[in-house]
């Protein structure tokens, strides 16, 4: 029988929700199975100081950054590697078959998958395709209706994303960054959604949570939904293109009865914790996934469940 051995976050950063979902999960099938985390400052990550144990690693660009994951992962008996940040899902995604034949699991989407929903402007291009309303990029930023929505092509975490109300604010941001990208302004309830799919490309649960507020390009104070349109719109996206694995976050705008889709994210969401918390723990279907399990959809999470996000610390001695 496939056994479990141990667990590595990547990235980890302030993942400390994260790291404690994937330890508390991970003991339901081998209760001496660790969670392991890396970082580029490890000492300087909450989520690393967590961990069961960490190690800094190089950044993720750097030539020699899956040479290190691999002896890291073979030395520590890692059975899945979790990414959490934009710029390594390319990265890992090639490297998912070579990592296969040595017995780890990346769990990642395809290479298609992370390329395209890198950019926004291939994200728009993806739900154009399919039908799916999306904000208009626009080609000029004149002659438009102001307000319009600024941001990076290749931004994460809300980085550079701005309320644009005037020509002479998107002029100073395309002199500033040739890689600004402008699009319709789009006023509505924001939702984060996340999505489980399994290796047979099955979607196992979706969670919509109302973003209620931000903090720093994440999210703050949040509401879980079970809004069946939502639900039933999102689960139209993976029933469009093949490629998807493992937690999903997909943006979007609902306007009136109105969906309009703003981005897809192949990787774990500031504010999973809110689904897990709500019942829908992705940790444990990962874990079961790698088994080889058969997976069943459900929605058996509570509705309204609210995450009140606030500071709190993590105590290092010895530092």
Do not use: H
């Not at 809004?227 to 998807?244: A, C, L, N, T």
């Not at 694995?245 to 979007?252: D, K, M, P, R």
Request: hydrophobic share 40%; with cysteine; charged share 30%.
């Amino acid at each position: 029988m496939k056994k479990i051995e141990n667990i590595l976050i990547t990235s980890a950063g302030r993942r400390v929700s994260l790291i404690k979902n994937f330890q508390e999960s991970l003991k339901k099938f081998n209760s001496n199975g660790l969670v392991f985390a890396i970082d580029l400052n490890p000492k300087l990550s909450s989520a690393c100081q967590i961990a069961d144990d960490f190690e800094k690693a190089p950044r993720v660009t750097d030539k020699n950054y899956i040479e290190f994951l691999k002896e890291f992962s073979i030395k520590n008996k890692i059975s899945i590697i979790v990414p959490t940040i934009d710029t390594e899902l390319s990265i890992l995604a090639r490297a998912k078959d070579e990592f296969k034949t040595i017995g780890i699991d990346i769990a990642i989407s395809s290479v298609e998958m992370c390329e395209t929903f890198y950019l926004k402007s291939t994200t728009e291009k993806f739900f154009k395709e399919f039908g799916f309303k999306t904000p208009d990029n626009l080609n000029s930023i004149q002659n438009v209706q102001y307000p319009i929505f600024a941001k990076l092509n290749n931004s994460s975490c809300s980085v550079g994303a701005e309320k644009v109300d005037n020509f002479e604010r998107a002029n100073e941001l395309q002199v500033e960054n040739s890689n600004y990208v402008f699009q319709e302004f789009i006023d509505g309830d924001e939702f984060t959604v996340d999505v489980f799919v399994d290796q047979n490309g099955d979607v196992i649960s979706v969670v919509p949570r109302q973003r209620l507020e931000v903090r720093a390009g994440e999210v703050s104070k949040a509401l879980a939904i079970k809004d069946r349109s939502i639900i039933d719109e999102v689960k139209k996206i993976f029933s469009k293109q093949k490629g998807f694995y493992g937690t999903i976050t997909v943006q979007l705008f609902k306007r009136g009865s109105e969906i309009i889709f703003i981005e897809i994210n192949p990787r774990f969401g500031g504010g999973y914790p809110l689904s897990y918390r709500a019942g829908s723990d992705f940790a444990e279907y990962l874990i079961r996934d790698y088994f080889g399990e058969k997976l069943i959809y459900s929605e058996n999470w509570r509705d309204r469940t609210a995450m009140l996000r606030y500071d709190a610390e993590v105590i290092v001695e010895d530092f």
